[in-house]
């Protein structure tokens, strides 16, 4: 009976000894930096060295086309060598992938080379600009692979290849037979193929068809160009494997393809992780990745690249850190734009770390530190509505990222 009554004690002390998480009680989980000439200063830093020292996978999940991000994974490089990272996968195809590797070798001339290939590929027609690979278009952009390159990182390209990627690939198939004498027919049936491609691509611009793909894959023209490349010929074949997945996952969109994309991007990280596995007892991760594939936990229903590689810290009893990112403001011709604002059924919900954004510095909320001030009793969320999104918040990431005032990004392309 003692002892009954001393548990009942303990829990109404745990009880009444929580706190309810506030505006107020956040800022001492939070700390604040900037990025000038590459370089991170302020309290800000210790966390991010400390985090890059510790863990073993780090995914960052970003705001796609923030130059922000941009300059900020620039300015993590350095620190990620000293950390002994160096894997860098990127969400990206795994073709493409290889081809961001060769533009980046000559580290140097990458910003360039990038504008060359750019400029080479990009397409704009019917008021659409379509790139050849994703997240390098910008300078910027340029810039942090550049840094990342020399800093000796590896890259990985995990995603399916991207949806205008063919155009360049084909070409990359078309080198692989240039010394061969039947080159110059595969080159006309490539010529054939790309024509039939074209006009379905501006069919869909134009609103004519509902996806380029679906008729894409039954052309003739494209099935022959593609049949022209011997079985012995693993760079041309294993290129077209990859897009008839990438066309396959783009045709399926309405029909729940999102969680075959996802086993596709897990499988190719586990892939290079093997491979690095090899030479190395516990390879260093840093993947730069859209936010939703960041999360820990369910995420648009799929186990997501930061469940992935929470798992294998698990196995190995080591550290993975997830990194959610917001980016508030940004400054348009017509003025300061406010996305808090402008999305506000996104983030109304949010409404205990919105108030942290500051225009002109980075902030970080240690949201694993809250997460485990929870699990032990000292700490307990909201009960009202905006529980259930500030739970999947804190319970995804480790991290929360707030970035300063963003500007639009610069093309690297003539």
Known sequence: MKRILFLAFLA???????????????????????????????????????????????????????????????????????????HFAIEVGPNSGKKLTELSNETSKTVTNLNKFNSAYTVSKEGQTAVPIPFFDAISDAEFLQEARKNGMQLWGIDQEFYFSSFFLFDEMMKTIKNDSNYKQILQKKGAAMQIMYKHFLDEFAKKNEGAYALIRKEKAVINFFNSFSKENTIAQTIINDLKISWDIYIRWRDDSHVDRI???????????????????????????????????????????????????????????????????????????????????????????????????????????????????????????????????????????????DVDTTPNRS
């Open 12 to 86: 109404t002390s745990v009880a009444n000894y929580a706190q309810t998480l506030t505006k107020e009680s956040i800022e001492k989980y939070t700390s604040s930096f900037t990025v000038e000439n590459n370089q991170i200063k302020g309290s800000g830093k210790k966390v991010i060295k400390k985090m890059i020292n510790s863990a073993q996978f780090i995914t960052y999940g970003e705001t796609h086309g923030s130059k922000q991000v941009s300059i900020l994974t620039k300015a993590f490089m350095p620190l990620l060598k000293k950390g002994g990272f160096k």
């Open 263 to 405: 086993s596709y991007m897990r499988n190719n990280f586990l892939k290079h992780y093997n491979q690095a596995l090899k030479t190395e007892r516990q390879p260093k991760v840093f993947t730069k990745i859209g936010s939703l594939h960041a999360s820990k936990i369910l995420s648009n229903g799929a186990f997501d690249i930061g469940h992935l590689t929470q798992e294998l810290a698990e196995k190995n009893n080591t550290e993975s850190v997830t990194i959610n990112t917001w980016v508030p403001f940004h400054q348009t011709k017509d003025g300061l734009e406010n996305n808090f604002e402008k999305y506000k059924r996104s983030y109304r919900r949010y409404s205990l770390f919105t108030h942290l954004a500051d225009k002109n510095q980075w902030v970080i909320v240690n949201l694993k530190q809250i997460r485990n001030d929870i699990s032990k009793g000292k700490t307990t969320l909201p009960t009202h509505g905006d529980y259930h999104k500030l739970k999947k918040l804190i319970s995804g990431y480790d991290y929360l990222f707030i970035a300063p005032t």
